[in-house]
């Protein structure tokens, strides 16, 4: 499967923007997908999970309460709507999919995600 996120760009603190990763190939409700993310010198770090199956989610802490991961079957697509946008949260946004069930403790594991999108920036500045 090869997948495309979309959707970055510049944003001043506070802003909202979604993210969009599309597949093609096979239909996105047969992964787990995730988004995360890569701050200029910094390791990548995860952001947020859906689960094939009973579409459990996780989200990193720093995130939390701000960040929602929706997916749509019919589009064929999962999102990443981010909310009050910090300068921290400037970084390269990847999206990430596996045709496996993790379990949930393995849901934050790069290592785990077979499938990866090239990329989307994302700039929190005034």
């Known amino acids: 499967v090869q997948l495309q996120a979309s959707g970055g760009g510049l944003v001043q603190p506070g802003g909202s923007l979604r993210l969009s990763c599309t597949a093609s190939?096979?239909?996105?409700?047969?992964?787990?997908t995730a988004w995360f993310r890569q701050a200029p010198g910094k390791d990548r770090e995860f952001v947020a999970a859906?689960?094939?199956?009973?579409?459990?989610?996780r989200y990193a802490d720093s995130v939390k309460g701000r960040f929602t991961t929706s997916s749509d079957n019919a589009k064929n697509a999962v999102y990443l709507q981010m909310n009050s946008l910090k300068p921290e949260d400037t970084a390269v946004y990847y999206c990430?999919?596996?045709?496996?069930?993790?379990?949930?403790?393995?849901?934050?594991?790069?290592?785990?995600?077979?499938?990866w999108g090239q990329g989307t920036l994302v700039t929190v500045s005034s």
């Open positions: 990430a999919a596996t045709p496996r069930g993790l379990i949930t403790s393995r849901l934050r594991e790069g290592n785990e995600y077979e499938f």
């Open positions: 190939g096979r239909t996105f409700s047969a992964y787990t």
């Open positions: 859906i689960r094939r199956g009973d579409s459990t989610k």
